[in-house]
């Protein structure tokens, strides 16, 4: 099983990150590789945007956990437009230097995946970056 770690550092209290991160409903307005999200219960689906792995292609994430107290959210692929065997993720904001550090961790299957997520996952904390840095 493939582990990836990507990070970045916010100008932004953590209070300000999390508010954007936790609504998981909304990630289309921060990252640039998903284009509309739409929530059904604990489901989260992701339609891809151009630049994304099958851009058109809509990913099915199970949002496991929201905690706002240790500003944690946890999901999982559960349907994809390509093979996941597995797939588990958390992103995580911390108060750091007055901002914010935020680590997105993954967990994949098969291990191919790793390197094409990886690079998304860099964009997308771009993207969380400007905008709460607006």
């Not at 307005?29 to 929530?39: D, F, G, I, Q």
């Not at 706002?68 to 588990?88: I, M, Q």
Request: one cysteine or more; proline letters at 6%; charged letters at 25%.
């Amino acid at each position: 099983m493939a582990k990836i770690r990507n990070e970045v550092r916010i100008n932004a209290s953590p209070a300000d990150v999390w508010k954007i991160v936790r609504d998981y409903g909304n990630v289309h307005a921060w990252s640039p590789l998903v284009r509309e999200t739409k929530v059904e219960g604990k489901v989260r689906h992701c339609t891809l945007a151009e630049g994304a792995p099958a851009p058109g292609g809509v990913l099915h994430e199970e949002v496991l956990l929201v905690d706002d107290r240790t500003l944690r959210l946890e999901y999982s692929v559960v349907g994809a437009p390509f093979h996941v065997a597995f797939h588990g993720a958390a992103i995580e904001v911390f108060p750091n230097d007055g901002g914010s550090l935020v680590v997105w961790t993954t967990n994949v299957e098969p291990d191919e995946l790793a390197a094409g997520f990886s690079p998304g996952f860099d964009a997308s904390l771009a993207g969380l970056k400007r905008a709460a840095e607006r």
